[in-house]
């Protein structure tokens, strides 16, 4: 079966401040890992998947298949990053995207 | 481009009464999606779509029906609104190949079942 865990509902920081969003996931196939965000009054959109291996504003996700992990980093924390993130996670032999509980970030100034 | 469009924004429905979510996309996808986002729940899947024609169960089906009698629409039914329902509801398409799984979502439907 497929799960996504994302133990953190709320994240507080200070602008400037290194963010560390977490997320663990238990699939039996090869998986793929998404990290998808919802800014206040705006649709949810893709930030970033692991097969790009790319950065998005500052934000980079690296997948651990020994630790069953993909959290969601940035040196240095934005307001403009408050948001909130889910992560999810899909796979080669599987139609479904699960998503996890979310994660709230709220970059204070 | 529109993309993924969802109608209506904001509905409230009686016990019992029954509706229809409409969900449309103009990018030709194959994959479509309901989702509903409760508080503490995040994003659970409710039916999907591989294509016209072929629907299957997510993970919280009951008390909802699908149809796909075209590429570009996938409407949510529900037959008898409960309370329990009272959720936003996002659909979400995709393109099959390199770029599947990476979902467009709609701007969502907040219903309240009273």
């Known amino acids: 079966a497929q799960r996504v865990t994302q133990p953190e509902k709320l994240l507080s920081v200070f602008k400037g401040a290194p963010v560390e969003l977490k997320c663990n996931y238990s699939?039996?196939?090869?998986?793929?890992l998404f990290w998808y965000v919802q800014y206040s009054r705006q649709r949810l959109q893709l930030l970033l998947r692991?097969?790009s291996r790319e950065s998005i504003k500052g934000f980079t996700a690296d997948l651990n298949k020994g630790e069953t992990s993909f959290h969601l980093k940035k040196p240095f924390a934005q307001e403009e990053d408050s948001a909130m993130y889910y992560c999810?996670?899909?796979?080669?032999?599987?139609?479904?995207?699960?998503f996890g509980t979310g994660t709230r970030l709220q970059v204070f100034p | 481009n529109a993309g993924v469009t969802q109608t209506p924004k904001f509905q409230v429905l009686k016990t019992g009464q029954s509706m229809t979510l409409q969900c449309a996309q103009d990018m030709n996808h194959e994959y479509m999606s309901w989702y509903r986002q409760d508080p503490g729940m995040g994003l659970r899947l409710i039916h999907y779509s591989v294509g016209a024609g072929i629907t299957d169960q997510g993970e919280v089906p009951n008390g909802y029906n699908v149809s796909r009698s075209t590429t570009e629409d996938f409407p949510l039914r529900l037959l008898s609104a409960a309370p329990s329902q009272t959720s936003v509801y996002f659909c979400?398409?995709?393109?099959?190949?390199?770029?599947?799984?990476?979902?467009?979502f709609g701007n969502g439907t907040r219903l309240t079942v009273t």
């Open positions: 699939y039996s196939g090869s998986p793929e």
């Open positions: 979400a398409s995709s393109s099959p190949g390199p770029a599947s799984l990476v979902f467009h």
């Open positions: 692991h097969i």
């Open positions: 999810a996670l899909g796979g080669y032999n599987t139609d479904k995207l699960i």
